[in-house]
T-cell receptor
Framework: QKEVEQNSGPLSVPEGAIASLNCTYS??????FFWYRQYSGKSPELIMF????GDKEDGRFTAQLNKASQYVSLLIRDSQPSDSATYLC???????????FGRGTQLTVWP | SAVISQKPSRDICQRGTSLTIQCQVD?????MFWYRQQPGQSLTLIAT?????????ESGFVIDKFPISRPNLTFSTLTVSNMSPEDSSIYLC?????????????FGEGSRLTVL
């Protein structure tokens, strides 16, 4: 059983479009959800976290959480070539006792 | 934000040898985490290193293969012992952000190991 599943990708969108990255999870006790961005050859960096149902916006990024349906998504508006990276979904819950990462979705934004 | 330095950044190793990866943080932290990222795979937690106690290993990882030291609150090492080609991977050191939110991690630059 995989705790975190991400849409496999790769995902390719034109510059200026909305990129939608999705993640589902299996443990209903999960409490905290994170999106990390990893550029090729670099280490992951945290870009968004969300704890409550609904949307959380930060600039061009919006994280969406639906605990009833057990999914979390990341929307990137006005996508830029600099957004091209692998996006890792991660979650934590007290029952899990540790942070779990998905395998990541590779996003390419073409000019 | 924490600044985490790892070395070596990359190395090519022979089968059967061991390599120690160092991780230095610019601030004192309680827990340090060691992850492995194999090509095309997710980040997998190897162990959690607390200063002054034995590291806590995740299922599938054992101390004999991945001994960890944590001599103080800013430094840790991970040794990959008796390496085989299956150990070829990126090894990452990480710490929590310190904002009190579990799961918010800063990562070192990673150590890319290739075992021949």
């Amino acid at each position: 059983q995989k705790e975190v599943e991400q849409n496999s990708g790769p995902l390719s969108v034109p510059e200026g479009a909305i990129a939608s990255l999705n993640c589902t999870y299996s443990d209903r006790g999960s409490q905290s959800f994170f999106w990390y961005r990893q550029y090729s050859g670099k280490s992951p960096e945290l870009i968004m976290f969300i704890y409550s149902n609904g949307d959380k916006e930060d600039g061009r990024f919006t994280a969406q959480l639906n605990k009833a349906s057990q999914y979390v998504s990341l929307l990137i508006r006005d996508s830029q070539p600099s957004d091209s990276a692998t996006y890792l979904c991660a979650l934590w819950g007290s029952t899990l006792g540790r942070l779990y990462f998905g395998r990541g979705t590779q996003l390419t934004v073409w000019p | 934000s924490a600044v985490i330095s790892q070395k070596p950044s990359r190395d090519i190793c022979q089968r059967g040898t061991s390599l120690t990866i160092q991780c230095q943080v610019d601030s004192q932290v309680t827990m340090m985490f060691w992850y492995r990222q194999q090509p095309g795979q997710s980040l997998t937690l190897i162990a959690t290193a607390n200063q002054g106690s034995e590291a806590t290993y995740e299922s599938g990882f054992v101390i004999d293969k991945f001994p960890i030291s944590r001599p103080n609150l800013t430094f840790s090492t991970l040794t990959v012992s008796n390496m085989s080609p299956e150990d070829s991977s990126i090894y990452l050191c990480s710490v929590e952000s310190g904002q009190g939110r579990t799961g918010e991690l800063f990562f070192g630059e990673g150590s890319r190991l290739t075992v021949l």
